[in-house]
Structures are given as C-alpha cells and as structure tokens.
C-alpha cells in the first residue's frame, strides 16, 4: 500500500528526501563531502553554533544531566526552565512566560486552551501548519481567509452570530513568503468586532522591530495584543517555543496546554543555552544590522536579475516558480553550482506556487551572498526563467 501512495507522490514530484548535513549550521555546511553555501535555515542572528551559547548548554548539562525526568508539572521544572521564562518575560517585557518543546507544541498546546466548542477561529490562508493543526484541534468553528484580506475577514466577522467567542488568527511573518501581516489593521478589526488576536511570531522574534522582540515591536502593538507566540529555534538559535503574557494567562495555560502538560520537560542544557542567547541578541543588536544588509544585498542582486520575489518584507525571500518539477530542477541546478536552498512544493505551499525558500542570516558575508546571486542567474537562465 505505501509503494502505491509513494508512488503517486512521485508521480507528483512531491517525494521529499532528507539532505544529510554533516557540519554544524553554518553559513557554509558539508553535504557529501562538498562545502556548500546555506541559504536556508532559519538561524537568522548565527547563534546556534555561539561558543557562548554551546558552553552555557554543556555546564547546565553536566549539572542537571541531559534529561528532565518529567513533566514541568510533575518534577521536571529544573531552575533553568524556571531562568529561561523570566529571561524571556524580560524580553518580551511581559509579566511572564511559559516555554514548550517546540514552536509547534506551543501552538497546538494554547491554541485549545484558549478556544474551544462552540467558539469561532478565523484564520489566514497561509497560517503555519502548527496553528492549522492547533486550529482544528480546538473543536472550535474554524473558517479561512484569504491572505491579508482584510475585506474577507471583515465579511466573516460581521457574518458571524452575535456575541460568539471569537479568535482571529495569522502569522505575524508568513514562513513561505516572508511577507508581514497587517496586524494593526487586524487588530482594529478584532477590537471592533469584539474577537482577540493570535499572532504566531515564530520568525519574528529576534528579526523584527527596533530592537528585535518581533512583529509586534515593528507595529507598535506590544501593548495592546495579549498573546505573543514565539519560538526560540530559528533567530534565538536553539530549540521550543513559548507564550509571554499576564501573570494570570500564563498560569492557565501551564494548567490547561496539554502539549505543555503531557510531556516532559526540555532540556535544562536547552533551557541555559536560550538565557544566554536571548542575552546575547539584546547585547549585540549588530547582528540584527548586518542581518538586514544582508537580506537588501539579495533581494537587490535578485530583483536587477528579473526574479520574482512577491511581497518578502523579512530575510524569508521566495522565488516563485509554479511547478513542482521545475522547482526541483532550479533547486538541483542551484545546488550543483553550490549553494543549497531547497524548493518547496505542496501541500507546504499552494498548488502551482512551487518555489525556492531561500533564508539569508546575519552570518552570511557580502561575497557569500554575491556567489549566490551569480548561482540564482545561472540556475534561472538554465530553465529558461529570467
Ligand atoms: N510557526 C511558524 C510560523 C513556523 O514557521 C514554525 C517553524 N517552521 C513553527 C511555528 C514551529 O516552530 P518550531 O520549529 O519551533 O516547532
């Protein structure tokens, strides 16, 4: 039976294969044996290989040894859990913060906590799987918009019966397109129609705003939005996801997330190695600089080369293809000349918007990026692209 599904996979040109990488995440990896330029992980400030960061994950390690035992809730709250929620608080200059395993899990844990049957969700077309799964996880009603349209969502918010719990839902940077929600539009919305607003920030955290607490910052909505969803694997370079917020939404949901209750606690080297990186990010805000003239340095060699780079506003730059196929043949075209940026093909992405995801990071160099351009122009001009 699973020849048969694999098969019509492959018939799709939607199998997908994993690229074993045998050198840290770097600017430059090894994949069989070749040095090849990464543009695509989501380290985007360069910490996950920090010497800083990797010696304050080996001592709390030695320390507490490399796993929890338990739940949070039961014996598994080790004082590095308890460092890396205050040091997140403070960053996110909240009252408090509750951290899980993974973006993922902090999104399909507080998604249902905070709605369930009989409540109404709306959300973005491109939302991350994470909050669609978590979505419809909730049992809450759970209705589409288009993406961005502030018109659509307007339709189905006054459409609604009156006086039902209601929850608007979006990425605040959209992972396959980079592109920002309008979120104080929305917020506006959600407040005239009486609905809160859940904005996952997974890569906005650390990138976006004066001084990088994320989308929120960059709207100036810190104050007003109650939810702030994050993750600490791609900018803050090391692994989970969390909620900031009141006091008093914190603790329900440490009483209520079931992925924050039912499993066992992140590793406390885990939870030492986020308070230094957290620190790190705020003591260097450089990184966030060259992070930025990096992503101008490509998306300017890209657009003078005619590629099509839709409404990126973030270090997430899609070059859109449309086939399934072709987006392989650019993405092995662009790996022979060495730089690895894998395509992204659906269910990932809408039918016929097949692309290549390319990430740039703060760690990247000026002539790093310039060899990718030159990749991007021989790989395009090969199928006939630009
Ligand atoms: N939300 C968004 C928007 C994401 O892009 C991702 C990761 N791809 C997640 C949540 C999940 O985060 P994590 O990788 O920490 O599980």
Redesign the pocket.
């Known amino acids: 039976m699973f020849d048969k599904l694999l098969g019509d996979l492959d018939a799709q040109h939607l199998t997908r294969h994993l690229t074993e990488v045998s050198t840290g995440v770097a600017p430059t990896v090894t994949i069989d044996g070749r040095e090849i330029l990464l543009l695509a992980s989501?380290d985007y400030l360069g910490l996950a290989g920090h010497p800083d960061i990797v010696h304050a994950a080996t001592e709390a390690t030695r320390r507490y040894g490399v796993g929890s035992g338990a739940s949070r809730l039961v014996s598994g709250t080790l004082s590095p859990h308890k460092d890396m929620e205050r040091a997140l608080a403070r960053f996110k200059r909240t009252a408090s913060a509750l951290a899980f395993g993974?973006?993922?899990?902090a999104?399909l844990g507080a998604i249902p906590a905070l709605i369930g049957r009989g409540g109404l969700i709306l959300a973005d077309r491109l939302c991350?799987a994470?909050?669609i799964d978590a979505c419809r996880l909730s049992g809450a009603d759970f209705r589409i918009y288009r993406h961005n349209d502030l018109d659509h969502l307007k339709a189905l918010l006054s459409r609604r019966k009156a006086a039902r719990r209601t929850m608007v839902v979006t990425?605040g940077v959209f992972?396959m397109d980079g592109d920002l929600a309008p979120l104080a539009e929305l917020f506006g919305l959600t407040r005239q129609y009486d609905a809160e607003l859940y904005v996952?920030d997974?890569?906005g955290t650390g990138v976006m705003g004066q001084t990088g607490r994320g989308t929120l910052e960059h709207f100036h909505l810190e104050e007003t939005v109650p939810f702030h969803m994050g993750?600490?694997?791609?900018a803050v370079g090391c692994?989970?996801?969390y909620i900031a917020g009141t006091e008093t939404l914190i603790t329900f949901l440490l009483n209520t997330s079931r992925s924050f209750m039912y499993t066992t606690a992140p590793p406390p080297g885990i939870a030492a190695a986020v308070v230094a990186a957290l620190d790190i990010m705020q003591r260097e805000p450089e990184r966030r600089q060259r992070l930025w003239a990096n992503r101008e340095r490509l998306c300017d060699g890209l657009n003078r080369l005619g590629f099509t780079i839709g409404a990126s506003a973030s270090p997430i730059i899609p070059i859109i293809i449309g086939r399934a196929d072709r987006a392989l043949t650019f993405a092995e075209q662009l790996f022979s000349k060495g730089v690895f940026a894998p395509a992204i093909r659906p269910p990932t992405v809408p039918e016929s918007t097949s692309r290549i995801r390319v990430t740039v990071t703060s760690a990247h160099t000026a002539e790093q990026i310039d060899h990718a351009v030159t990749a991007f122009r021989l790989a395009g001009e090969s199928i006939r692209l630009i």
């Open positions: 989501n993974s973006g993922y899990l999104n991350h994470s909050l990425d992972s996952d997974a890569h993750t600490l694997s791609k692994a989970g996801g």
